[in-house]
């Protein structure tokens, strides 16, 4: 810990209160709130401000913080492929947006070729310590512990997939060097970046949580004060980090110093303590699974399969609603957002019984998505109130289906990027620590995850097994839906967003949006969301709260801060940011 404690370097770290970053934040109003937008990137910050799409020929990028953009472009023009200017994303996110994804992290990556017009998704999902067993989120009566009680400290430390992950994607689909595409988070990390008004208000927010850890408050409560927007901040610990990782390839993080740094951080968290070694770190590998693709009208809606229940819920949802006119509805009717919410509900009563890492539990895949299958469930639908009551279907399956009921608690996090190359190549890539701050435990400069907690904290429901259990070695299940819809074999849309389990919701909505509503990108990304899990409706606002509730619904109003974004692909490229955070679409 030493050894973390100079290598973060206490004064190095500490913001330049007085020295705010007017000379890294462009002039003429771009960046406007403290968010820093190179000065080319002042169009796509326009277009956003004005609701319209970003529009290029070549090629676009969507993620969750401009300097991230940026960086992602400069791989883009240089010639680089989707996945060289995602490693470049996801290196400066990691320090701009470190909340929510990083090297301590992981990620479910989504990629059409466009040379050989296949499609397939890499898996690099935290994993289980091969020490951890079922009872891991329960105290010694066998309760299930309290979310931020197994949250914040060692216990919640999954495998970190995002280093092996970015390695995996460039040495298949890359073509830049790999040093090189760590060029910009290196001198960021250097000469220091301007903390965003939402990376300021959510460490005042967590503040009580991020001062637990010595590391992480002298990183984000500098002098005991949270940092302030705009305040320039600088890492030279993830610089170092990035430096080793640049030089070295994976092995640098999963072995060596940084591996021993990462389990000793893990296993000295004081007050809850994990069981991580520098063996599982060691055995990291990241998965190539078959991409699941479900049909939808004209459309192939392609995206990650088990252990993220995303594309299948995603795929039922819209399975469900495929023999309803949603198009004629529109998008202001009422019965319109009751079949929706009806079939997200039944969508997610299947998740919550069926999905878990495929790995280790017999998953009914194919039974969920059948179309015999998805045609009786969808008959549930034709009254005209609310259902009462929902339950998980029977799919068609070789195996027993006496399962318990999921009980994993999934609050909003994470990060998604949308990439498309000048090779006709299509990336979606959704990433995480989980939380906001995931673990809160910061090594090397960068943040642990809290992924294990998306486990269920319990092991069985009245007797019965739960599919999500912890087990040594499993990926906890992900509701992470990174997509790319093809028609006739080519994409045409690229989406994704962050959001915990209301990731499902938010990607969805904004396919109907597209497909059966005819908006434009940012349109669907930017219309009100309402969202319906579990039985109570989620609303945005409350254009339609009456009729809901005079359909049977309980309403709440709350926010939804997604974090959507989506490429369209037509005859020129079309990008949209989520208006509710600070992203942005570019292209050339
Ligand atoms: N931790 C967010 C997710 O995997 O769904």
Same mark, same amino acid.
Not at 442 to 449: A, E, S
């Given at each position: 810990m030493r050894a973390l404690f100079l290598a973060l370097g206490i004064g190095l770290c500490t913001p330049?209160?007085?020295?705010?970053?007017?000379?890294?934040?462009?002039?003429?109003?771009?960046?406007?709130?403290?968010?820093?937008?190179?000065?080319?990137?002042?169009?796509?910050?326009?277009?956003?401000?004005?609701g319209r799409p970003v529009e290029a020929e070549n090629w676009m990028i969507a993620a969750a913080h401009p300097l991230a953009v940026e960086a992602g472009a400069t791989v883009l023009r240089a010639g680089g492929t989707a996945a060289d200017a995602m490693v470049a994303v996801q290196a400066v996110l990691g320090l701009v947006e470190p909340q929510s994804s990083g090297l301590g992290g992981?990620?479910?990556?989504?990629?059409?070729?466009?040379?050989?017009?296949?499609?397939?998704?890499?898996?690099?999902?935290? @994993?289980?310590?091969?020490?951890? @067993?079922?009872?891991?989120?329960?105290?010694?009566?066998?309760q299930p512990l309290e979310f931020f009680d197994a949250v914040v400290g060692g216990r919640s430390v999954g495998t970190p997939g995002t280093p092996a992950l970015l390695k995996a994607a460039h040495d298949r689909l890359g073509q830049a060097a790999w040093p090189g595409l760590f060029a910009d988070a290196i001198r960021l990390a250097e000469e220091g970046f301007a903390v965003s008004p939402?990376?300021?208000?959510?460490?005042?927010? =967590?503040?009580?949580?991020?001062?637990?850890?010595?590391?992480?408050? =002298?990183?984000?409560?500098?002098?005991?004060?949270?940092?302030?927007?705009?305040?320039?901040?600088?890492?030279?610990?993830?610089?170092?980090?990035?430096?080793?990782?640049?030089?070295?390839?994976?092995?640098?993080?999963?072995?060596? %110093?940084?591996?021993?740094?990462?389990?000793? @951080?893990?296993?000295?968290?004081?007050?809850?303590?994990?069981?991580?070694?520098?063996?599982?770190?060691?055995?990291?590998?990241?998965?190539?699974?078959?991409?699941?693709?479900?049909?939808?009208?004209?459309? %192939?809606?392609?995206?990650?399969?088990?252990?993220?229940?995303?594309?299948s819920t995603v795929g039922q949802i819209l399975g469900l609603l495929s023999p309803f006119d949603l198009a004629g509805l529109g998008s202001d009717?009422?019965?319109?957002?009751?079949?929706?919410? =009806?079939?997200?509900?039944?969508?997610?009563?299947?998740?919550?019984?069926?999905?878990?890492?495929?790995?280790?539990?017999?998953?009914?895949?194919?039974?969920?998505?059948?179309?015999?299958?998805?045609?009786?469930?969808?008959?549930?639908?034709?009254?005209?109130?609310?259902?009462?009551?929902?339950?998980?279907?029977?799919p068609e399956f070789d195996h027993a289906l006496n399962r318990g009921d999921d009980q994993s608690i999934e609050l909003p996090s994470t990060s998604h990027i949308s990439i498309v190359d000048g090779y006709g190549n299509a990336l979606s890539m959704?990433?995480?620590?989980?939380?906001?701050?995931?673990?809160?435990?910061?090594?090397?400069?960068?943040?642990?995850?809290? %992924?294990?907690?998306?486990?269920?904290?319990?092991?069985?429901?009245?007797?019965?097994?739960?599919?999500?259990?912890? %087990?040594?070695?499993?990926?906890?299940?992900?509701?992470?839906?990174?997509?790319?819809?093809?028609?006739d074999g080519a994409p045409v849309l690229v989406l994704g967003s962050p959001g915990g389990s209301l990731i499902i919701g938010y990607v969805a909505k904004t396919i109907i949006a597209w497909v059966?509503?005819?908006?434009?990108?940012?349109?669907?990304?930017?219309?009100?969301?309402l969202i319906n899990r579990f039985g109570p409706y989620d609303l945005e606002e409350p254009r339609l709260a009456a009729p809901l509730r005079a359909m049977g619904y309980e309403v709440t109003l709350r926010d939804l801060t997604s974090g959507l974004h989506a490429i369209e692909i037509g005859e020129v490229l079309q990008g949209g940011a989520d208006p509710r955070r600070e992203g942005l679409a570019y292209g050339e």
């Open positions: 330049v209160h007085a020295q705010q970053a007017a000379d890294t934040v462009a002039p003429e109003g771009a960046g406007a709130g403290g968010l820093q937008v190179p000065g080319l990137l002042a169009r796509a910050q326009a277009a956003k401000d004005a992981g990620a479910f990556l989504v990629w059409h070729d466009g040379a050989s017009g296949e499609i397939t998704t890499l898996d690099g999902r935290e @994993t289980a310590p091969l020490d951890a @067993t079922p009872t891991l989120f329960q105290d010694a009566s066998g939402r990376l300021a208000s959510l460490v005042a927010g =967590d503040a009580d949580r991020l001062a637990r850890f010595p590391a992480t408050r =002298d990183y984000f409560l500098p002098e005991g004060e949270p940092l302030a927007v705009g305040d320039r901040l600088r890492n030279p610990a993830y610089a170092e980090t990035l430096r080793a990782l640049a030089t070295h390839g994976p092995r640098a993080f999963y072995t060596g %110093e940084i591996a021993a740094d990462i389990v000793a @951080t893990v296993q000295g968290a004081p007050g809850n303590p994990g069981v991580l070694t520098e063996t599982d770190l060691a055995v990291y590998r990241v998965k190539e699974r078959p991409a699941l693709c479900v049909p939808y009208h004209s459309y %192939e809606v392609c995206g990650m399969g088990p252990p993220s229940s995303g594309a009717d009422p019965e319109a957002w009751r079949l929706i919410g =009806d079939a997200s509900r039944l969508a997610f009563a299947d998740r919550g019984r069926y999905l878990a890492d495929s790995d280790f539990v017999p998953v009914p895949l194919k039974g969920l998505l059948a179309s015999d299958y998805l045609k009786s469930r969808s008959d549930l639908l034709r009254g005209d109130d609310a259902l009462p009551e929902i339950a998980p279907g029977r959704t990433t995480t620590i989980e939380n906001g701050f995931g673990s809160r435990l910061m090594v090397r400069g960068f943040l642990l995850n809290n %992924e294990l907690t998306d486990f269920s904290f319990a092991s069985h429901d009245e007797g019965r097994l739960i599919a999500n259990r912890v %087990e040594p070695g499993k990926r906890p299940r992900s509701s992470m839906a990174p997509t790319i819809l093809r028609r059966d509503w005819g908006m434009d990108v940012q349109e669907a990304v930017a219309l009100p969301h």
